[in-house]
């Protein structure tokens, strides 16, 4: 390049910068400019249509409410209030929000509650409230929340109908530790802020050694939870089942109850136990696609109704086993077929089962009905259903699946039914259109002593407690609970449980067609129950090991038959116990003498 040509390109550079300087002064002329306009608006000139664009919401609401006393009297007053909502928020949004609340303020009163406060810290560590455990402290708070409990379950259908999330259990019987299990693993935060709702498919009693204590947790959470926990019946939530005595022996709830507390309190406490068991429902839906049960599908009564339709119009006081006296027979076997049968093995599929109605004997014996394929693919087609979730039957990996995968079993204990060392407990979550199983390895370990026998330290002597103390398995209890030997005198508990009966009672006015307290409520002593316990086989959930030995079948048969007169004459005693004090002011004050 020669000079020339440098310069006139020296030239060109300087016209280019000349214009990139005027051109940013004229951005910065610009810019001043719009800056004294915003300046301008800001100060007053601005128009009403602009300043509305700018002007904050801040809708309002006026929530009427009809709120109850504290003290616990029936009188209530109207409330109303002015509440701002959230910009984003609509009416239709605060009411949702506001029903929430209201469900939430509904159910603290029993969750404060002295009794189930009492409760529940007895179940996160059993060995630290033996004392309490023996006392007739819990005696009462058991009385006190079955009371509860038994009008909370009157105002459910005999079919609920859930909406997943939904953890669903199987037998607990009584196991503290698996249930512990589920406890630490599930819903480790507690129920109240745990995701989705809790299905319980019955069998609570009967087997293990802590019937009492696991009775009373569940029946405190129902209190605590209502809309989120849900207990279904099985078959020994039946007087002749868990008043077996002779059968079970000291794994009997009927005589924990007794041994606990005495032949007087402890029969008052078995029966109020099982006056809340009449009251259960007997099966559940989730999401209108799985239909949950204790036992099994029932045997059609008419072709003009449903399965479903038949369980709904059980009547909603059952005794099932014995049955009362205003129970009709068809649906006492509605009831009876929900509880106690079982899907039919291959081998009975084709020997005992019926082809043209799917149903035959139970291998169990005693009137009990198993269903096969045929029954399976009826009931899911006439109810449009896809799955049966069922309990009733022990399996080692705690959830069995049958009927083309159409029938699951779940089995929540690993204890006590002869499952050997390596049984797991399980259950299923339902999670929308997924099924999850959730199971308890046998090598997980908690605060518990492990056996493959349950344990119950209220059965232990004091030498024996002593023993595990002095081996650090028991720790002494830290809660002092003698403060307690007089509370029948003292007022702030007379107040206590005035409050508790008093909330029943409001809940029992409104609860249509239940007369809980008719005196014409009373067990058939003579009618046949739809199962006949006495002649049941030792097949699945009915023979207990004894210790080893064999026993003859004669000596069997004997107890067998022997066992329906006890049973007949344990409800006996009761009635005859409850004619005495029919005529007391108090029927639910307790003999704290006969507690100890």
């Known amino acids: ?302 072709r003009d109704t449903t399965r479903i339709q038949d369980i709904l119009t059980v009547t909603k006081v059952a005794g099932i086993n014995p049955p009362y006296e205003h129970e009709q027979d068809e649906y006492q076997q509605v009831a009876s077929d929900c509880i106690w049968s079982d899907p039919a093995s291959e081998e009975q599929e084709i020997r005992s089962v019926n082809p043209e109605t799917g149903y035959g004997d139970s291998l169990r014996g005693g009137g009990a009905i198993c269903f096969g394929n045929k029954a399976v693919t009826d009931f899911l087609q006439q109810q449009d259903f896809s799955y049966i979730m069922r309990a009733h039957e022990a399996h080692a990996e705690g959830v069995a699946v049958s009927k083309g995968a159409r029938v699951f079993t779940v089995f929540s204990t690993s204890q006590d039914h002869n499952q050997g060392q390596d049984a797991m407990a399980g259950c299923i979550l339902v999670d929308n259109d997924q099924l999850q199983v959730i199971n308890r390895s046998p090598a997980y370990k908690n605060q518990y002593v492990h056996r493959r026998d349950s344990v119950s330290l209220a059965t232990l002597s004091e030498k024996e407690i002593q023993q595990r103390m002095n081996l650090g398995l028991v720790t002494a209890p830290q809660m002092d609970y003698s403060t307690y030997a007089n509370e029948d005198d003292d007022d702030e508990d007379v107040d206590e449980w005035e409050d508790f009966v008093s909330d029943t009672e409001d809940e029992a006015s409104h609860t249509p067609d239940v007369h809980t307290d008719d005196p014409n409520y009373r067990l058939s002593q003579g009618r046949r129950s739809s199962v006949d316990i006495a002649s049941m086989s030792n097949v699945h959930d009915m023979e207990l090991e004894d210790d080893g030995d064999v026993e003859s079948d004669r000596v069997k048969t004997d107890r067998r038959t022997n066992s329906r007169a006890s049973i007949r004459s344990s409800v006996s005693t009761f009635e005859a116990i409850a004619e005495n004090r029919r005529g007391e002011d108090d029927e639910d004050e307790v003999d704290t003498d006969d507690g100890d």
């Open 1 to 302: 390049m020669n000079s020339a040509q440098a310069a006139e390109a020296q030239l060109r550079l300087q016209e280019q910068e000349l214009e990139i300087e005027t051109l940013r002064q004229r951005v910065k002329s610009l810019s001043k400019q719009l800056q004294e306009s915003l300046e301008a608006n800001s100060g007053g000139g601005q128009s009403a249509d602009k300043r509305r664009r700018y002007q904050n919401l801040s809708p309002h609401q006026f929530n009427v409410r009809e709120v109850k006393n504290g003290t616990g009297a029936k009188r209530s007053m109207v409330t109303a209030q002015k509440q701002r909502m959230g910009r984003t928020a609509s009416i239709a949004t605060r009411q949702v929000l506001d029903s929430i609340a209201a469900m939430q303020q509904s159910s603290k009163p029993y969750q404060d509650h002295p009794s189930v406060q009492r409760i529940l810290e007895m179940f996160s560590n059993p060995s630290q409230h033996m004392e309490y455990l023996n006392s007739s402290v819990f005696c009462k708070d058991l009385l006190k929340v079955a009371s509860k409990a038994r009008h909370v379950f009157e105002r459910e259908p005999r079919v609920v109908f859930i909406q997943s999330p939904v953890y669903v259990f199987g037998d607990i019987h009584g196991n503290l530790e698996d249930l512990h299990f589920f406890s630490d693993n599930i819903w480790r935060l507690g129920m109240s802020l745990t995701a989705g709702n809790f299905l319980f498919l019955g069998d609570y009693v009967d087997r293990g050694l802590s019937c009492l204590e696991t009775v009373a947790y569940l029946l405190a959470m129902k209190v605590c939870l209502p809309h989120k926990v849900f207990l279904l019946r099985g078959n020994h939530e039946t007087r002749d089942v868990n008043g077996w005595e002779e059968h079970y022996g000291e794994r009997a709830f009927i005589w924990q109850c007794r041994q606990r507390f005495g032949d007087d309190i402890g029969y008052r406490i078995w029966e109020a136990c099982n006056q809340v068991f009449d009251r259960l429902p007997l099966a559940a839906v989730i999401d209108q696609d799985i239909f949950c049960v204790h036992g099994g599908i029932p045997r059609p009564i008419s």
